[in-house]
């Protein structure tokens, strides 16, 4: 609901200030407490709560929630005159409060057995862990697994998300850059990079045998039978694709170029993984700064991909196959003009054309074109002039259209959503 748990909203001109304070350090120390408070409902009626705090941990020690009691008290602080005690003394009525709140007595009765000490401890304290004293007395039960069997929210296996999910940002910048521009992994170092990035993609794979699941009542899946079952059905075949060693395929200068044409193109399959990062940062949609970057990306990477397009459309078209002749209305031709590098037929006897714009200058002309293409500021400097260019373009700035309407309507849903995630919170109180 969007809400501290310190219920500060529900405060009012009469809440202890000191005790208010109490309940926000309680909070940030990660301590066990317990607390009598005046607080407010929403028709600003005052109610009296004993709240018990306790924060639970997992099993690395860490705090993942707390569970917070509320006792409704103010029977005993102001007893309620109604219709049935009208002319009773002050004493009966509390008399009669207490005995019909003998639910609230048990709530109050201390669970501390005899001998037992609580005691508060500092964050340091928690974090050296100087003492058994500072074990806490709730814990979060871990789920019994078999010994190969890897719980999904582990230390281990959280490090090793982040690391799959960064590599797929890498796979998804640089497969549409080296399919689009044919760029054969000569390079040893890229090799050799790309390389590590199959191997990690397959142990993941290995790993996603062996790691635990929530299923669909939400508890966590730990037999082996069924986490195998449950992979395979779902994302296997895709992480399978994904892995396969296609740049050591096209290293080898024998290849048919037919052969290493359909290996790049496959290697567009690794996209798809996206599809999972899409899913694990589903978790940081409510908080505003993430969906920031989140957008922020997603524009980059969109932009990126229409780049790389854009290029093997003007590379296609500049040079007419079937005449050997190169299209001077083509933007690569007239960047080449520009630039100082143009386009050249059999500059050094090879009987071909030669020459034009290098390709880091073509690629940072590409993602400047679909940059303000998709932001419809278009300067004009580079223009789309054949049948396919324009095509391109028009589409791309539907997309851009598309995608401003789509990001105003999310953030009126986003809105609307916790409007009324509000309204039900004061309806409840």
């Known amino acids: 609901m969007q809400k501290s748990s310190t219920c500060s909203f529900m405060y009012g001109e009469l809440t202890d200030k000191e005790m208010s304070e109490k309940v926000r350090q309680t909070f940030e120390n990660y301590e066990m407490n317990s607390f ?17 705090i306790a924060p639970i941990r997992n099993e690395q020690d860490k705090v993942v929630l707390f ?16 219709d049935s005690s009208k002319g009773w003394g002050k004493f009966a009525r509390l008399t009669r409060a207490l005995t019909s709140s003998r639910g609230v007595l048990q709530q109050l009765a201390p669970t501390v057995h005899k001998g037992e000490n609580v005691h508060k401890h500092s964050r340091l304290a928690e974090v050296l862990q100087l003492g058994s004293d ?27 998300d982040w690391v799959i999910l960064i590599l797929t940002f890498y796979t998804a910048i640089m497969v549409p850059y080296n399919v689009s521009f044919k760029t054969k992994q000569n390079n040893v170092t890229w090799l050799v990079v790309d390389s590590i990035v199959d ?26 039978k069924l986490i195998r079952m449950n992979y ?10 994904s892995c396969l060693p296609y740049d050591v395929i096209n290293a080898f200068e024998n290849v048919d170029e037919g052969i290493s044409s359909l290996f790049s193109s496959l ?33 980059g990477l969109a932009a990126h991909w229409l780049a790389c397009i854009w290029y093997s459309i003007g590379d296609y078209e500049v040079i007419d196959e079937d005449t050997n002749k190169v299209r001077m209305d083509s933007w690569l031709y007239l960047l080449g003009e520009t630039m100082g590098t143009p386009y050249r037929f059999n500059a050094s006897g090879s009987d071909r054309w030669e020459g034009g714009p290098s390709k880091d200058s073509v690629y940072i002309t590409s993602l400047y074109f679909t940059m303000t293409s998709l932001t419809s500021i278009g300067f004009g400097n580079i223009a789309p002039n054949t049948d396919g260019e324009k095509i391109f373009a028009v589409a791309m700035m539907m997309i851009g259209c598309k995608s401003l309407s789509l990001l105003y309507i999310s953030h009126w849903c986003y809105q609307l959503h916790w409007t009324f995630q509000k309204k039900n919170l004061e309806l409840l109180f």
């Open 67 to 82: 569970l917070c009691t509320f006792s409704d008290i103010t029977a005993f602080k102001q007893p309620i005159e109604d």
């Open 36 to 52: 009598e408070i005046l607080m407010y409902k929403k028709n600003r009626m005052p109610v009296w709560f004993f709240v018990k």
């Open 134 to 160: 500072i074990l806490p007395q709730y814990k979060q039960e871990t789920p019994k697994t078999p010994p190969h069997i890897i719980l999904h929210y582990c230390l281990f296996k959280t490090t090793w």
């Open 199 to 224: 191997v990690i993609f397959l142990v993941d794979i290995v790993l996603n045998f062996h790691t635990t699941f929530v299923g669909p009542a939400g508890e966590v899946i730990s037999d082996p």
């Open 232 to 241: 395979v059905k779902t994302w296997f075949v895709i992480d399978l694709l």
């Open 267 to 299: 290697k567009v399959v690794r996209l798809l993984r996206l599809g999972r990062v899409a899913r694990k940062l589903d978790h940081y949609i409510e908080y505003g700064a993430a969906v920031l970057v989140l957008l922020v990306c997603v524009f």
